[in-house]
Nanobody
Framework: QVQLVESGGGLVQAGGSLKLSCAAS????????MGWFRQVPGKEREFVAA????????YYADSVKGRFTISRDNAKNTVYLQMNSLKPEDTAVYYC????????????????WGQGTQVTVSS
């Protein structure tokens, strides 16, 4: 069982930055594709970014491309999401997720999820 714990959310003004962290348990972290998703109440969970085990493959949603950066440090069992030029529409609960087998932007393919961290961007 992999346990994921997000941190780093908070309240920022439009145009500001936040860096989210996701700490993972386990001894095979480097094998997992890691993803970030976000969700607004009443809406479907939305893909944000994903990174494969060695960091060679990265994929971003069009809505965040050029503003957000996903990275990982396998020695620390941690994945990060650097968020710059934040907009009010980025406001959501952000979730970290781990995928044991594949490469996917679909939430249903991910096996483990963190508890989420709230990001609020004021206008």
């Amino acid at each position: 069982q992999v346990q994921l714990v997000e941190s780093g959310g908070g309240l920022v003004q439009a145009g500001g930055s936040l860096k989210l962290s996701c700490a993972a348990s386990g001894r095979i972290f480097s094998r997992y594709v890691m993803g970030w998703f976000r969700q607004v109440p009443g809406k479907e969970r939305e893909f944000v970014a994903a990174i494969n085990g060695n960091g060679a493959r990265i994929y971003y949603a069009d809505s965040v491309k050029g503003r957000f950066t996903i990275s990982r440090d396998n020695a620390k069992n941690t994945v990060y999401l650097q968020m710059n030029s934040l907009k009010p529409e980025d406001t959501a609960v952000y979730y970290c997720a781990a995928d044991r087998e594949g490469w996917s932007a679909l939430a249903q393919h991910y096996d483990f999820w963190g508890q989420g961290t709230q990001v609020t961007v004021s206008s």
